[in-house]
């Protein structure tokens, strides 16, 4: 079975800067794509970061280029770079995958305060 770990999140200062990761495992080969979402209490899921097999990449305009993802094939591994942490970040960030078929990690939460 296919398995996405999330991890790095935490508490964090405003203004701080953190780096989530993803680990896939499993029976995934290696034409998939790969993103970043959050939701944030009382809100929707939303889509932050998407990158591609060849590692193209896609943003939301919501996050103002504080955010880079990549990855890492020979890990099977992809990162989120948060920066310029702000109250409004405070999420659960979720890693998914998409192949043949799509899987959703469990979840990180990411927690900014002062």
């Known amino acids: 079975q296919v398995q996405l770990v999330e991890s790095g999140g935490g508490l964090v200062q405003p203004g701080g800067s953190l780096r989530v990761s993803c680990t896939a495992s499993?029976?995934?080969?290696?034409?998939?794509?790969m993103g970043w979402y959050r939701q944030a209490p009382g809100k929707q899921r939303e889509l932050v970061a998407l990158?591609?097999?060849?590692?193209?990449?896609r943003y939301a305009d919501s996050i103002k280029g504080r955010f880079t993802i990549s990855r890492d094939n020979a890990k099977n591994t992809v990162y989120l770079q948060i920066n310029s942490l702000k109250f409004e970040d405070t999420a659960v960030y979720y890693c998914?995958?998409?192949?043949?078929?799509?899987?959703w990690g469990q979840g990180t939460q990411v927690t900014v305060s002062s």
């Open positions: 499993g029976n995934i080969g290696s034409a998939y794509n």
């Open positions: 998914r995958l998409a192949a043949g078929n799509i899987y």
């Open positions: 990158i591609t097999s060849v590692g193209g990449t």
